[in-house]
């Protein structure tokens, strides 16, 4: 036997250590996943035309009620 | 009491592991006797029954001697008292095999039997191939949709120039 003696080492508790981590790992990187998404949609929409879009729809021909 | 008599039962049918499934009814093991005992397994390492159970005269005497204190057993003898209960050491019932090769080799044979049936298959047997497949189609369908404008933000629609009228760079 070794002459000094280890810590016992954690024997409980470990699935919600992990859990607990890894949750609050996820929300940070869902969070600044986030961001990135809806910046991706805010400038499409700061500089967005809807008519515009409609009319380049309507004379590429895709419509089947205007012509 | 009878829960565990029965568990051992399952544990007796299921510790067999790869060899040794039947514990035949002559379970009388000799020192080498393959598939009529439940070997010691990793997940199955006290099974109740001892590896060796014809024992001559000198292993009986060992063994009366083991009912004694186990202090007074050269190393010799617990070596043997352990080669009489066990069939093989822990380092010896988990070694490594090559089973993995030939595993391997099975299912690569298999699957490249599997893609020469499909080849046959694909020149006899499959009917041909619908109008929408082809070349000038696929484009028609590709400018549609560039079209309606699919996923505008960012999809398709997005990584398409519509003044250059080319694929963004």
């Given at each position: 036997m ?5 810590p016992?080492p954690?024997?409980r508790?470990?699935?919600a250590r992990?859990?607990r981590?890894?949750m ?8 600044g996943?986030?961001?990135l998404?809806?910046?991706?949609y805010a400038?499409f ?6 008519m515009k879009?409609f ?6 021909g895709?419509?089947?009620?205007v012509k | 009491m009878l ?5 051992s039962?399952?544990?007796?049918k299921?510790g067999?592991?790869?060899?040794g499934?039947?514990s ?6 000799g020192?080498m006797?393959?598939y ?11 099974p109740e029954e001892?590896?060796?159970t014809?024992l001559n ?5 060992l ?5 004694g204190?186990?202090t007074?057993?050269?190393h ?6 352990y080669r ?6 822990f ?12 595993v391997?080799?099975?299912?690569f044979f298999?699957?490249g039997f599997?893609?020469?049936v499909?080849?046959?298959?694909r020149?006899y047997?499959?009917?041909?191939k619908p109008i ?6 696929k484009?028609?369908?590709l400018?549609?949709?560039l079209?309606m404008?699919?996923n505008?933000v960012?999809?398709l629609?997005s990584r ?8 963004k760079?």
């Amino acid at each position: 036997m070794a002459p000094e003696v280890l810590p016992k080492p954690r024997m409980r508790g470990l699935l919600a250590r992990r859990l607990r981590n890894h949750m609050a790992v996820a929300f940070v990187l869902s969070l600044g996943v986030a961001a990135l998404y809806k910046k991706a949609y805010a400038d499409f929409y700061r500089n967005y035309d809807v008519m515009k879009d409609f009319e380049e729809m309507r004379k590429a021909g895709i419509f089947q009620s205007v012509k | 009491m009878l829960p565990r008599a029965a568990w051992s039962l399952v544990l007796r049918k299921g510790g067999g592991g790869r060899r040794g499934m039947h514990s035949s009814e002559a379970r009388g093991g000799g020192k080498m006797s393959p598939y009529t005992n439940c070997y010691a397994q990793r997940y199955y390492p006290m099974p109740e029954e001892p590896f060796c159970t014809e024992l001559n005269a000198e292993e009986q005497a060992l063994k009366e001697k083991e009912k004694g204190s186990w202090t007074q057993l050269t190393h010799a003898e617990k070596v043997a008292l352990y080669r009489l209960q066990f069939n093989e050491t822990f380092a010896e019932m988990n070694r490594r095999s090559n089973e993995w090769k030939t595993v391997m080799g099975c299912v690569f044979f298999f699957i490249g039997f599997a893609a020469l049936v499909i080849w046959w298959q694909r020149v006899y047997v499959f009917p041909p191939k619908p109008i929408t497949l082809t070349d000038e189609r696929k484009a028609q369908q590709l400018q549609r949709m560039l079209d309606m404008k699919v996923n505008p933000v960012q999809g398709l629609a997005s990584r398409w120039d519509y003044e250059k009228k080319q694929w963004k760079k």
